[in-house]
Each structure stands twice: as structure tokens, then as C-alpha cells.
């Protein structure tokens, strides 16, 4: 009789440990912020003037780490160029940092027009990424923050456009 009542007493123990842990668990916790120094982090653009991630403030912003010998990120940016004139209207910036050479990055966008803002990334551009879970510092990279930094979202290798529709579409909701 000892056995029965001891082994129904783990069992509501255990049972009121679960549910007090996915109590606990489903608290909401903030979003992680951006590496530090991502928002002022500053880059030429295809002119080769010097830009900043921090001058969208009050945006939503949508940055893709790419390169034009990167086949995935060729393979995406029709999707991107399409996708962005409804998204900037919503309060959603498209950002590209490009990830080779001045002359090759401005020469793939001269066959290949991109409607949003470029940047150049550096050699050391894609170690701020390692914080985001880019550990291989791999492209193409998909990062979106929020109007304070926070990360909302984070895709690495190619982008599914169902998948990013539905994580701006989350986003575009609450502008």
C-alpha cells in the first residue's frame, strides 16, 4: 500500500513540477539585441560613400548578407527585389551587404539593378554575425531587427518567401 500512495504521489509531484515549469517557460522573455555596435556599424555604399545601419531608427529592418559569387544569394534576390516596394511602405527597410570587392559588387548590380539600399561589407563585416548564430559566417545571412535592435529574426542560407512573408507580415502588424 506504501508503494501504490508513494509512486501516485511522484506522479502528482511530477505533474505539478510540469506544469509550474511550462508556466515559467511560457513567460515571455525579451528578444535578443543585436551584437553590440550592429546599428552603428558603417559601410560604403556602391558610390563608395560611407553609410550606417543606425540611420533607420524608427524601421524595421531587413538585412541580407550576400555576395555575387554566392549562388543561394544570386538565387534570392529577385524574391527581395520584388518583395520590397510593399514592405517599405510598411515601415520595413531592405538592407544588402554585399560581401566581396567594390568592382564586383557594383558590377553584378549593373546587370542585376537592386531597388534597395547596398552596403560593402568588410573583411571583418560577417564576425558580427557569430552572435546570431552564424558561427561558419556563412551567405547568405538574413537578419531582421526591430526599431530598438532587438533580433526578430534570423535565417540562415537561402530565404523561403513564404517563410519571410509571414515574419514581416508578423512585424507589419504591429506598425
Known amino acids: 500500500m506504501n508503494g501504490k500512495l508513494w509512486k501516485g504521489g511522484v506522479i502528482v509531484a511530477t505533474t505539478l513540477l510540469l506544469a509550474f515549469g511550462f508556466h515559467f517557460r511560457q513567460e515571455p522573455t525579451p528578444p535578443p539585441v543585436a551584437p553590440p555596435g550592429f546599428s552603428r556599424l558603417t559601410l560604403p555604399d556602391l558610390q563608395g560613400t560611407p ?16 555576395a555575387p559569387w554566392c549562388t543561394p544569394c544570386r538565387a534570392e534576390l529577385p524574391m527581395l527585389t520584388r518583395l520590397y516596394p510593399q514592405w517599405s511602405v510598411r515601415n520595413v527597410q531592405f538592407i544588402g551587404i554585399a560581401m566581396d ?4 559588387v557594383n558590377a553584378f548590380v549593373k546587370t542585376h539593378p537592386l531597388p534597395y539600399p547596398n552596403l ?55 506598425n
Open 51 to 66: 553609410q550606417s545601419l543606425g540611420q533607420w531608427p524608427q524601421r524595421y529592418r531587413l538585412i541580407n548578407f550576400w
Open 101 to 104: 570587392s567594390p568592382e564586383s
Open 120 to 174: 560593402i561589407g568588410q573583411d571583418d563585416t560577417l564576425t558580427l554575425t557569430r552572435n546570431l548564430g552564424n558561427a561558419q559566417q556563412g551567405l547568405p545571412m538574413t537578419v531582421l531587427l526591430g526599431p530598438r535592435d532587438q533580433v526578430i529574426w534570423v535565417k540562415l542560407g537561402r530565404l523561403d518567401e513564404a517563410e519571410l512573408t509571414r515574419e514581416l507580415a508578423r512585424v507589419g502588424t504591429e
